[in-house]
């Protein structure tokens, strides 16, 4: 199997949607009347992060074994 890689059209795009997510912060400083207690707990992002993901991995699969899988008798008639 050949791995098809980007074009150099897709990789300049990339870079660029890199660049200004990245830079988007040096550039933009929303302003922030309150904190919120979880800015204060350390790893929270990490943590809430992980769970939306795996949360997400889990519902998607239950999803996939309630509508989109069959049983191996399915084309049997």
Same mark, same amino acid.
């Given at each position: 199997?050949?791995?098809?890689?980007?074009?150099?059209?897709?990789?300049? %795009?990339?870079?660029? =949607? *890199?660049? $200004?997510?990245?830079?988007?912060?040096?550039?933009?400083?929303?302003?922030?009347?309150? @904190?919120?207690?979880?800015?204060?707990?350390?790893?929270?992002?990490?943590?809430?992060? %992980?769970?939306?993901? =795996? *949360?997400? $991995?889990?519902?998607?699969?239950?999803?996939?074994?309630?509508?989109?899988?069959?049983? @191996?008798?399915?084309?049997?008639?």
């Amino acid at each position: 199997m050949k791995v098809k890689f980007p074009s150099r059209r897709g990789w300049v %795009f990339a870079v660029i =949607a *890199a660049g $200004v997510t990245l830079g988007a912060p040096l550039v933009i400083h929303p302003e922030h009347h309150h @904190e919120a207690w979880w800015n204060h707990v350390p790893g929270f992002y990490a943590a809430y992060g %992980f769970l939306g993901c =795996a *949360a997400i $991995v889990l519902v998607s699969k239950w999803i996939g074994h309630l509508f989109l899988q069959k049983g @191996e008798d399915f084309y049997d008639g």
